[in-house]
């Protein structure tokens, strides 16, 4: 049998889910809780569980994205969101010994992102930037039509950048609603059914989320952003907070050319982890 699929894992927090990718399409995935809290190898036995189910004699490789910093060329993940066994974990050793096939390691962000160059938005683009927009504040960049992960996988980490008495993830995330008292469902909820506050408050978020736009603009001069993560699915109600912003941006001309767009890919964390592997390998999709 011809190897012509590719699986990619998406590990969370909370859950892992998996799926077998060909021809760009995803045809066939799987999904289970982790248990967070237990040791490095009780968490590994049950990701093998999910991949179990989706890996077969056709898959060539394995992408996985994960919620850390990561060294790329070794596969290594550090201090993994929510896993407090998973500190230093050689992922892709454990992944190509058990399954023999080559396996492709980076941050979530950066699967988001390539994933929307291969997959989704990007598609015929060369320089593009994925922001994930969810509890946290997460940023891939593609540069010349390539994942960008610096030389500690840490490239685009814009979010830990110094804001106001914080950080621009505090709020361009999750925290901006949690420091408003709001809970994000029912403000989201409220917003679209025309509740000032609520309105006033994506209005508020999407003008410092341009703050975040801007620093990508500065440092990537992008040709897209494309936004993901659970709050992007209200990208219309805060769209004209952020552009308010953007008006302050130095070079107006360039700015007429960049598109912002919100994602549109269904089970885009798992499409994204199988990108990390056509990326690493010059592939196109598969």
């Excluded at 590990?11 to 998996?18: D, F, K, N």
């Excluded at 790329?72 to 050793?93: C, F, Q």
């Excluded at 999750?174 to 809970?183: D, H, L, S, T, V």
Aim: aromatic fraction near 8%.
């Amino acid at each position: 049998m011809s190897k012509e699929a590719i699986v990619g894992v998406d590990l969370g927090g909370t859950q892992v889910r998996a799926g077998k990718v060909r021809a760009g399409e995803l045809v066939r995935h799987e999904a289970r809780r982790i248990s967070s809290s237990e040791r490095q190898e009780v968490v590994l036995a049950e990701i093998f569980q999910v991949i179990d189910q989706v890996f077969d004699d056709e898959v060539a490789g394995i992408g996985c994205g994960v919620p850390s910093i990561v060294d790329v060329e070794l596969g290594i993940v550090y201090t993994v969101v929510n896993i407090p066994s998973w500190r230093e974990v050689r992922l892709k050793e454990e992944l190509e010994r058990r399954y023999g096939v080559p396996a492709q390691i980076n941050n979530d962000a950066n699967a988001f992102a390539v994933g929307e160059l291969k997959f989704g938005k990007g598609r015929g683009r060369r320089n593009l930037v994925g922001m994930t927009l969810g509890t946290g504040f997460g940023t891939g960049v593609i540069i010349d039509g390539c994942l960008y992960s610096g030389a500690n996988g840490g490239a685009g980490e814009i979010g830990l950048l110094p804001y106001r008495e914080h950080t621009i993830e505090q709020y361009c995330g999750g925290g901006f609603f949690q420091r408003a008292g709001a809970e994000g469902e029912e403000v989201f909820r409220r917003a679209r059914e025309g509740d000032p506050e609520s309105l006033r408050l994506y209005h508020e978020f999407g003008f410092e989320l341009g703050y975040a736009v801007l620093v990508a603009l500065y440092a990537y001069d992008p040709e897209l952003i494309v936004l993901g993560g659970s709050i992007s699915r209200a990208f219309p109600l805060f769209e004209g907070g952020m552009r308010e912003r953007l008006e302050t941006y130095a070079y107006p001309h360039s700015l007429k050319r960049l598109e912002i767009a919100q994602s549109e890919i269904e089970h885009v964390a798992i499409l994204g982890a199988a990108a990390l592997y056509l990326d690493a390998t010059g592939q196109r999709e598969r």
